[in-house]
């Protein structure tokens, strides 16, 4: 299911600004927004506008991989994860979440991958093109879709690129 947040919360230019945390809340409402429900095992596929900022002819500020705006932890976001049962997060940002966050006055790096990845099992997936696929559902008003990502065959690597295909 694709969640438009970029357009939910990013005015007039459709995209969040550089260090906009994306919260448990922010995800609910923007289902509720586009009038789709989020059920168990859906994979989310998360639009924040990051991509098109960086090829814009004319972007609203300069790309900064520390400041893409993302996903933030939160206990309550990574339970309401386990509970759903999430297995992937695909984000058009560098790291799905926003990669400094500041958690009970320490600063961390990536504290999502780790409680998500590690703990939970969670596929994380970024750098994805999502602009179209946003303008598309906005315009039949379908957020949901068959969607697969194919990584490479490889022995023993940890990562891979993949060919995301979605089937609406």
Partial sequence: MLLD?????????????????????????TAAAQKVMLEKRDILVIRTGSIG???SE???AEWNAMTEPGLCYSHDLVRWIHDMEIPMIASD??????VQQTIN????????????????????????WLDDLAADSAKDGQYTFLFTAAPLKMARGSGSP???IVIK
Avoid: Q, W
């Fill in 5 to 29: 947040i970029g357009k939910h919360k990013g005015g007039e230019v459709g995209r969040l600004t550089p260090g906009s945390c994306v919260t448990l809340e922010d995800l609910k409402s």
């Fill in 105 to 128: 006055n320490d600063s961390y790096v990536i504290p999502l991958h780790g409680a998500l990845m590690r703990d939970l099992g969670v596929v994380l997936s970024e750098l994805y």
């Fill in 58 to 60: 004319k972007p609203d």
């Fill in 93 to 98: 940002n560098l790291a799905v979440e926003l």
């Fill in 162 to 164: 993949v060919n995301p």
């Fill in 53 to 55: 900022r960086f090829y």
